[in-house]
Each structure stands twice: as C-alpha cells, then as structure tokens.
C-alpha cells in the first residue's frame, strides 16, 4: 500500500500563505491520482483540489478556487497545495489521498496522517 506523508502545516496570519507538501511511496507514483483535503473541528471531510497523474489536469473546490493550487513533482514522488489569501476559516487539518478522480472522499482509499493548519485572525 502506498503510505503518504503530509507536511509544511503550521500557524499562519490571515492573507499569508503556507505549501503543503505530500509525499507518497512507491515506484507508481505517475499512475496516481491524488488529492487534497481538509477537515475542520465539528465537520465533514472537505475535497479541496485533484490532480491527475501527469499533471496536466486539475479539478478545483469552488471555495479554494483561485486561491488554492495544485502541483506535483513526479521526479520527487509529492504532490503540493500552495495556499494563498489564507483566512481564519481555512483552519482545519489537510490530508492528501490517493484514488480516482472526483471529489468525495469515497473517490480515495489511501490517506495521510493529516497536517495541521491553522490561520489566525
């Protein structure tokens, strides 16, 4: 099984930025559609963004949109979100995921172990 690991959380102020980092195992990592997202205190798993395996495709949620970015270096094995225009709402633990594409957490089988987020306001 492929075994992810997120980093680059931390405590930021609101209009900051943060990139998160997430980098999975294995030699298959071209072949992997991930994605990113986030669960807050008290809510549901929310899809953030989706990339597939070259890279050349990306899936947007309407509330990250614009602000959000998906990457991935497949020399690296990782997948990134850079943040931008952070705000106290985007506080929530982040997970990449592995799966197929599409945007509920169904779509994905393999998970991260989360990094924290935190915005300030």
């Known amino acids: 099984q492929v075994r992810l690991v997120e980093s680059g959380g931390g405590l930021v102020q609101a209009g900051g930025s943060l990139r998160l980092s997430c980098t999975a195992s294995?030699?298959?990592?071209?072949?992997?559609?991930m994605g990113w997202f986030r669960q807050a205190p008290g809510k549901e798993r929310e899809f953030l963004a989706v990339i597939n395996g070259g890279g050349g495709s990306t899936y947007y949620a309407a509330s990250v949109k614009g602000r959000f970015t998906i990457s991935r270096d497949n020399i690296k094995n990782t997948v990134y979100l850079q943040m931008n225009s952070l705000k106290p709402e985007d506080t929530a633990v982040y997970y990449c995921a592995t799966g197929t594409w599409g945007s509920f957490s169904n779509n994905y089988d393999n998970w991260g172990q989360g990094t924290q987020v935190t915005v300030s306001s």
């Open positions: 294995g030699r298959a990592f071209t072949s992997y559609v």
